[in-house]
């Protein structure tokens, strides 16, 4: 008897041990990855910025908070993210609520098109609102209005850029919402006010909540737009770092507001992770395609022209007016300009930024895609432990701590050997690939946990190793998913500035950093350029989201 007890457990604790060991595997790698190109090169500039002759001076943190333009800073950073929030909201709810219960013709266009401000580069963000609000901008030639020196131009653009996050990520929530619930409430006697907010909105809020951490990341951790329409009155963490860092070369100055954006940027993603959490776990959810039908009466039809109508406006006009300026000059002067270095900005043309964009965009995507393929496999274990559940969390910090930080601490922490790669090409898409990595693990992990696990068991069982058990069990289910996340990787890639304007080389510039050089200097041929280039970029990232529209699917999540 006991000799059959020991041959029944022997093959139950191999598969224990071969499944730590598979997750120790899987993790490793990321792990790996993290520390040497995030951990690394912040904690090494952070200390080069807080030590003195060895010594920790960590009173310089007092010092520096104590400043009255710090504590403007920190002021303004902080209100401006939560205005920016409110007023997201505030606009995009009704266009989450379109998007998950109408069905109109040019729906599924209409929803790339609403994603393609999200994953333009900050810079052309801030470039479009400035061909819109900015001085000679439309509304300048209309009206004679400019708001390029007021913080609506900010606060608007930053809706502009979120708008698709509220849509994607309550939309997504409210179209598997079952209907019957209010109806049933509105049956009992409730006015359907009453019905939304005792039934829906309790249901949503954890959605809400979720889509307003991550647009208050987003704007609380803004550089790009502030850069070029807060001009010197306004200036956020991230912008106030890049100052001085670059312009006054105050390392200890910099550190301290690495520190402070990184303690708050790490508060918000724990309240993030907590608002996920309720989301997954509280819900009752139904097929999203049954939810969704035709306007009925007028006031829906005029609820629906309304969102329509929004999105011409905030989103398309921008875009427009954008590639409006761009062909301002005659015989596409603007464009064929873009071949020629003699405007003095550049080492070389500024059309071969397109060129190094797209393979620095197709090298990072690469990266990105094996680590959060990795990280995504492992997080999605049913044994994975603390550690691993904890670095789910980690993952999204590249997304709130300063990349101004991470790119110039490339420049402090890689240059000697065994890592000296401040010279090399492959610090670009290393960069970029650390902003990729998030999106490939939340685009990838809610496939890879629907996958029936007792699978890829029957597969071990069989013999099978845990590389063929991914090949022929994961892979056919999570192929699409992969595809989609290589775009996301690829688009936000593609729009990489904060990293990549302190390591990208003045002979191989990337898109965003030559839109921002050319809007850096004076005169309309560099003004016209920047709004050429800035329109190529757009072009290629809305195909790349249109491409990947195509291969989305309602298992596949929305982010």
């Known amino acids: 008897m006991d000799l059959a007890r020991t041959e029944v457990a022997a093959p139950a604790s191999a598969p224990r041990k071969r499944g730590a060991a598979v997750r120790l595997g899987l993790i490793a790698v990321p792990v790996a990855f993290f520390a040497v190109f995030f951990a690394y090169p912040v904690a090494a500039i952070v200390s080069r910025g807080l030590k003195v002759d060895g010594a920790w001076q960590f009173g310089r943190l007092w010092d520096v908070l104590g400043e009255p333009d710090i504590r403007h800073v920190l002021w303004f950073t902080t209100w401006q993210a939560f205005a920016s929030t409110a007023l997201t909201l505030l606009i995009a709810l009704p266009g989450a609520y379109v998007f998950a219960r109408f069905d ?45 020196t007021t913080v609506w131009a900010i606060l608007l653009a930053h809706v502009f850029f979120n708008y ?42 954890p959605a809400v909540a979720a889509a307003a951490l991550m647009v208050f990341l987003f704007t ?10 807060g001009g010197p009155t306004f200036s956020t963490l991230e912008v106030e770092i890049y100052r001085q860092t670059s312009e006054i070369f105050d390392l200890s100055t910099a550190a301290v507001l690495t520190i402070i954006q990184f303690l708050a940027v790490a508060a918000i993603l724990a309240v993030h992770a907590w608002t996920v959490r309720r989301r997954e776990s509280a819900l009752r959810l139904v097929d999203a395609s049954v939810t969704a039908r035709r306007p009925r009466g007028a006031g829906q039809w005029a609820l629906l022209a309304g969102v329509l109508a929004v999105i011409v ?32 900005v550049f080492l070389v ?19 990105a895609v094996v680590i959060g393929g990795l990280a995504a496999a492992a997080l999605t274990r049913r044994d994975a432990g603390r550690f691993v559940r904890g670095f789910d969390a980690l993952l999204m910090l590249p997304l709130g701590v300063s990349a101004v930080t991470v790119g110039f601490g490339f420049l402090i922490a890689l240059d000697e050997p065994p890592l000296d790669l401040r010279a090399s090409w492959i610090l670009v898409p290393l960069a970029q690939a650390l902003v990729g990595v998030p999106f490939v693990v939340r685009t990838m992990l809610p496939v890879l946990r629907a996958v ?5 068991e029957a597969a071990s069982v069989l013999g099978a190793s845990p590389w063929r058990v991914w090949r022929e069990v994961d892979l056919p289910m999570v192929r699409r998913a992969l595809l989609i996340a290589a775009g996301f990787a690829f688009a936000v890639s593609l729009g990489e500035f904060g990293a990549t304007v302190f390591i990208a080389r003045p002979d191989n510039p990337t898109l965003p950093v030559a839109v921002a050089r050319l809007l850096g200097r004076a005169g309309e041929l560099n003004y016209g350029q920047a709004m050429a280039l800035s329109t190529v970029l757009m072009v290629v990232c809305a195909v790349a989201l249109l491409v990947l529209e195509r291969l989305r699917t309602d298992r596949t999540g929305e982010f």
């Open 104 to 148: 109109f013709p040019g729906k599924q266009v209409l929803r790339a098109v609403v994603t393609v401000p999200f994953v333009l580069p900050t810079v052309v963000v801030g470039t479009a609102f400035l061909a819109l609000v900015g001085r000679g901008g439309l509304l300048d030639e209309l009206w004679g209005v400019r708001l390029d």
């Open 164 to 205: 698709a996050v509220v849509v994607r990520t309550v939309g997504g929530l409210w179209a598997q919402l079952d209907p019957r619930q209010e109806e049933a409430a509105r049956m009992l006697g409730a006015s359907p006010l009453k019905a939304w907010r005792q039934v829906t909105l309790p249901a949503l809020a």
């Open 220 to 229: 609380f951790t803004s550089f790009g737009v502030v850069q070029i329409l």
């Open 313 to 344: 406006v905030l989103l398309l006009l921008p875009l427009a007016v954008l590639v409006q300026r761009s062909f301002d000059a005659p015989d596409f002067g603007y464009y064929r300009a873009l071949t020629s270095a003699d405007g003095g």
């Open 349 to 367: 043309a500024p059309i071969e930024a397109i060129g190094n964009s797209l393979q620095y965009a197709v090298v990072a995507t690469l990266i």
């Open 452 to 456: 029936d696990q007792r699978l890829r």
